[in-house]
Each structure stands twice: as C-alpha cells, then as structure tokens.
C-alpha cells in the first residue's frame, strides 16, 4: 500500500532551519502532485506549498520566500528546506500526495522556540 513517512521535524530556535523530507513507498510519485500542510493547536489544517510532477511549485503567503519545496523523482521523496522559521510556524506538518485522491503522512512535530 501507499505509505508517506516524514522526518526531520524538532525544536528549533526562532530564526533557525529544519528541512522535513517525506519518503514515499508503494506508488511511484512522479505524476503526482506532492504538498506539505500543516496544523497548529487548535487551528485548521492548511496549505504550506505543493509542486506538480512538472516542478511548479505555490506557497502559502505566510511562507513565501522562507520555505522551499522540491522533490526528487528518483529518491520518490519530497522535500521542505524551512528557513527564518518563526513561533508561527508551530504545528504538525503533514505530506501529501495528490494525484486523483489524497495520500498522507503522519504528521512530523515542528516547535519554534526560544
């Protein structure tokens, strides 16, 4: 079966970088589209940036020029370099594959804290 499993996430200081990778097994990722969410105590879970299997790639406003997506066809893994992360920024993310219905991760912890 399909199986996303993210690492990298941790406690991290105001200011500092985590870059969260999501491992796929089971399908073979290229034509999907892939995603990063995430979901804050007591928030909705909501968009962080997504990228087609063409490379295109969104953000949310909040994230836009700090986060970078990308993938790695070969690896069939996806990728989120997170840089001047902010107390904000805490929550649950999420990986996501897209392609006629939605696959996801169990949630890795990121914690932005002094």
């Known amino acids: 079966q399909v199986q996303l499993v993210e690492s990298g996430g941790g406690l991290v200081p105001p200011g500092g970088s985590l870059r969260l990778s999501c491992a796929v097994s089971?399908?073979?990722?290229?034509?999907?589209?892939m995603g990063w969410y995430r979901q804050a105590p007591g928030k909705q879970r909501e968009l962080v940036a997504t990228?087609?299997?063409?490379?295109?790639?969104n953000y949310a406003d909040s994230v836009k020029g700090r986060f970078t997506i990308s993938r790695d066809n070969a690896k069939n893994t996806v990728y989120l370099q997170m840089n001047s992360l902010k107390l904000e920024d805490t929550a649950v993310y999420y990986c996501?594959?897209?392609?006629?219905?939605?696959?996801w991760g169990q949630g890795t912890q990121v914690t932005v804290s002094s």
């Open positions: 996501n594959a897209r392609l006629f219905s939605d696959y």
């Open positions: 990228i087609t299997g063409g490379g295109y790639t």
């Open positions: 089971g399908r073979n990722i290229n034509i999907y589209t």
